[in-house]
């Protein structure tokens, strides 16, 4: 587990590194698939020198789109090879993946990124370089789509957490409220207090129930 005082993490993303879908060891595997379903969005990771993704590695991808449609492709070690191969990889996979997944080739999130580039851009604090590391890009679409995503989801999960208390008291209210009409003193007296407690109840709801569950 790292800490790191990033501000793509102060957003409140987590991001686990898992060993992979196609691993060779099954240890690795297991490792993989029990993040897997607990994950909001899944970046696929390949690279620009070694096989093209392959048969296992799409069932293992059929199995993520069936726990989270947030599936996202990278490309790395771009600097390793020439322009044409680094292309060439990346029609080769969005092809594969495109047929394999019947899914549109320019429909799929896809970023070919090189990390000794961007490190190279950091030093000598250079705006191009930094471009062609790929790394800008995947932020942009990090900060655009899987931001936005996080906050749809937390408040989805945060209104079916608060929807059923909210109702629980809205009926608790309109039952009490039938007793508004009583005519005797006592009645009124039972009314008042009734409306106290409920006060107090609606007091304590938005004072520290509701901070805690935001």
Do not use: C
């Not at 993989?32 to 969005?41: E, H």
């Not at 293992?60 to 599936?71: F, Q």
């Amino acid at each position: 587990e790292v800490s790191h005082p990033s501000p793509i993490l102060k957003t409140g993303i987590v991001i686990i590194d898992t060993p992979g879908l196609g691993g060779l060891f099954k240890e690795h595997k297991k490792i993989t698939w029990q993040y897997v379903p607990r994950a909001d969005a899944v970046f696929f990771v390949t690279d620009s020198v070694t096989s093209p993704i392959g048969l296992e590695e799409i069932e293992h991808l059929k199995s993520v789109l069936k726990i989270t449609k947030h599936l996202y492709f990278v490309q790395t070690k771009a600097g390793a090879v020439d322009k044409d191969a680094r292309e060439a990889r990346r029609q080769n996979n969005l092809a594969i993946l495109s047929q394999s997944l019947n899914v549109k080739e320019e429909a799929i999130p896809y970023f070919v990124v090189d990390s000794l580039r961007k490190f190279s851009a950091d030093e000598a604090q250079n705006v191009k370089k930094l471009d062609r590391s790929g790394y800008p890009q995947v932020m942009q679409f990090v900060n655009s789509r899987l931001l936005v995503a996080k906050q749809h989801i937390l408040a989805n999960q945060m209104m079916q957490l608060v929807s059923p208390i909210i109702d629980s008291i809205s009926a608790d209210i309109e039952m009490r409220k039938e007793t508004l009409g009583a005519d005797s003193e006592a009645k009124q007296k039972q009314v008042k207090e009734t409306i106290d407690k409920i006060h107090a109840e609606l007091l304590e709801w938005k004072t520290e129930k509701l901070p805690e569950l935001k």
